[in-house]
């Protein structure tokens, strides 16, 4: 049996509701998942009954973007539940920013000539968390682009014309934060991440002193080399190696839930080794 500990809904930039998630996982043959959506816990409670209904084990999280050595890392955090807290407090900030930078970059859109409102986004986003994946659809349903690669590629990605960044916690914080919230913190796809392959190892060595919990090693989009180069970082670290598909659904349709792009399998351990480091 496998899990999928990486996963996002409706509530933020997902296509597919918990509900639909878990009946996928379901079908998929998994013994468990969790919903990392993004900057938000609101999916959890409906995530957890969809899961129980299945017979399918369940974990309430979230994934930050965050700040390491300057550079944009992601971070998943693990055993959360909404309601108020230390980490869950300083999420309603992280979607203020978020909300900020998306009307900022509705108007980079515009002076770049593109009709497009910040109505238009929030719409395609219905109820959940506006994230740059909306944006892509409406420059998709407009005519601008063709896919949503192409949209980031060509305006919403780090470092194209209409980006924005957005309010970030340090990696740092987002650890202390999680521990203080009785959660465990995992860095999440690790070669977004850009640094040499000792410096893999040994810069997360002090995130792991402040209490890193895992490093994300079963990623949809990895090899079977990567995933387990990372796992045996993991191993030396001390630390758990998670796993995940980073389902989107329609905004990723290359990854599917339980096996990302195909070959993924992430070890029902994992999730009996996030439970006992807590
Ligand atoms: P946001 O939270 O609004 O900053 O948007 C982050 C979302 O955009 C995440 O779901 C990412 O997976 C997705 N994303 C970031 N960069 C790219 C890219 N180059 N191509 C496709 N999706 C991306
Ligand atoms: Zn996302
Ligand atoms: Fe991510
Ligand atoms: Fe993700």
């Not at 996002?8 to 379901?26: C, L, N, Q, V, Y």
């Not at 930050?64 to 971070?75: C, N, P, T, Y």
Request: hydrophobic letters at 40%.
């Amino acid at each position: 049996m496998a899990v999928d500990l990486h996963m996002h809904s409706t509530f933020s930039d997902g296509s597919e509701s918990p509900t639909a998630i878990a009946a996928m996982a379901a079908a998929a043959g998994l013994s468990g998942i969790a919903l990392t959506d993004h900057d938000v816990l609101d999916g959890i409670p409906e995530a957890r009954a969809a899961a129980a209904e299945r017979g399918l084990r369940f974990i309430g999280g979230t994934e930050l973007s965050v700040l390491w050595r300057e550079q944009s890392m992601h971070m998943l955090v693990y055993f959360l539940e909404p309601g108020p807290g230390p980490i869950q407090d300083r999420l309603e900030d992280l979607r203020r920013g978020r909300h900020t930078r998306n009307l900022e970059m509705v108007d980079k859109l515009r002076d770049l000539g593109l009709d497009i409102s910040y109505d238009e986004v929030a719409r395609e986003a219905g109820t959940g968390v506006v994230g740059r994946p909306h944006f892509a659809a409406v420059l998709i349903a407009k005519g601008y682009v063709d896919s949503v690669p192409a949209a980031f590629d060509r305006y919403l990605a780090s470092g194209r014309p209409a980006y924005v960044p957005r309010m970030r916690l340090t990696a740092e914080e987002a650890i202390g934060l999680s521990r203080e919230s009785r959660a465990v913190a995992v860095i999440a796809h690790p070669h977004t991440l850009h640094l040499r392959a000792d410096e893999f190892s040994i810069g997360f060595r002090e995130l792991v002193a402040r209490g890193l919990g895992g490093i994300e090693a079963y990623y949809g989009e990895y090899t079977p080399e990567m995933r387990n180069r990372i796992a045996e970082i993991c191993a030396e670290l001390g630390i758990v190696a998670t796993g995940g598909s980073d389902f989107h659904g329609k905004y990723k349709p290359h990854l599917a839930v339980g096996v990302g792009t195909g070959d993924l399998r992430v070890p029902d351990e994992v999730m009996d080794q996030l439970e006992q480091i807590r």
